[in-house]
C-alpha cells in the first residue's frame, strides 16, 4: 500500500506569516495533487505537479515536486486567514491522500 | 459547470440496517470513487471504479460493497451497517485521462 505522510498535522499562525505543509512517502508517484477542503465541502484540486524537480505557483502558493518524485512540499507566503482550511495532498492513480494538515490562521 | 451529487447529506441508521449511499455525476467520467473521512485518518479509500460494471477494491473494502450499472451513477453499499461505519463518506469522479477529481459534498453517516 502506498502510504502519504503530511506534516504538519495541525498549524496555528498569525496573519502575514510564511509556512510549508509537507508530504513525504517512501513510493514514487507518477503525479502528486494538493486538494484544499472547507468545513461540510468535498476537497478541490489547487493543482497537479507531475515533473520531478517542479515547482508551480498559484499566487502566494508555491508547490513544489521532489526530484525523486517521493516528496512534495506547500508553501504559502503571507498567510491570510482566507487560507484557513484543511490541505491534503494525494497521490495518482488511485487517488491515495495524506491525512492532511488542518491550517489556521489568525487575524 | 462540473456536478457531482450525493442523495443525501444526513443520514441516520440503525444498526444492522442495508444501506445505500448514491453518487451521480453529470460529466460522463469513467472513474469514480467512495471514500471515507474520519478525525485524525485523512481520506481513506474504500472501493474505485475505472469505468461501468468495474470495480475495484481500495484500501478498506471491508463491510461495504459497490454497484456500478450505469457510467453516472456509483452506489456504496453497507450490508449491515454497525456503529464504527458512521462517518463522513465522499465519492469523486475524474476522467479517464484527467489528473483532477471532483467531489460531492459527502454524506455524514451516523449508524446507532
Known amino acids: 500500500t502506498q502510504l502519504l505522510e503530511q506534516s504538519p498535522q495541525f498549524l496555528s499562525i498569525q496573519e502575514g506569516e510564511n509556512l510549508t505543509v509537507y508530504c513525504n512517502s517512501s513510493?514514487?508517484?507518477?503525479?502528486l495533487q494538493w486538494y484544499r477542503q472547507e468545513p461540510g465541502e468535498g476537497p478541490v484540486l489547487l493543482v497537479t505537479?507531475?515533473?520531478?524537480?517542479e515547482v508551480k505557483k498559484l499566487k502566494r502558493l508555491t508547490f513544489q515536486f521532489g526530484d525523486a518524485r517521493k516528496d512534495s512540499s506547500l508553501h504559502i507566503t503571507a498567510a491570510q486567514p482566507g487560507d484557513t482550511g484543511l490541505y491534503l495532498c494525494?497521490?495518482?492513480?488511485?487517488?491515495?491522500f495524506g491525512k492532511g494538515t488542518r491550517l489556521h490562521i489568525l487575524p | 459547470d462540473v456536478k457531482v451529487t450525493q442523495s443525501s447529506r444526513y443520514l441516520v441508521k440503525r444498526t444492522g440496517e442495508k444501506v445505500f449511499l448514491e453518487c451521480v455525476q453529470d460529466?460522463?467520467?469513467?472513474?469514480m470513487f467512495w471514500y471515507r473521512q474520519d478525525p485524525g485518518l485523512g481520506l481513506r479509500l474504500i472501493y474505485f471504479?475505472?469505468?461501468?460494471?468495474?470495480?475495484e477494491k481500495g484500501d478498506i473494502p471491508e463491510g461495504y460493497s459497490v454497484s456500478r450499472e450505469k457510467k453516472e451513477r456509483f452506489s456504496l453499499i453497507l450490508e449491515s451497517a454497525s456503529t464504527n461505519q458512521t462517518s463522513m463518506y465522499l465519492c469523486?469522479?475524474?476522467?479517464?485521462?484527467?489528473?483532477?477529481?471532483?467531489f460531492g459534498q459527502g454524506t455524514r453517516l451516523t449508524v446507532v
Open positions: 469523486a469522479s475524474r476522467h479517464n485521462s484527467a489528473f483532477e477529481a471532483f
Open positions: 513510493s514514487v508517484f507518477s503525479s
Open positions: 505537479v507531475v515533473t520531478g524537480g
Open positions: 494525494a497521490g495518482y492513480d488511485k487517488i491515495i
Open positions: 460529466m460522463d467520467h469513467e472513474n
Open positions: 471504479s475505472y469505468d461501468v460494471k468495474m470495480k
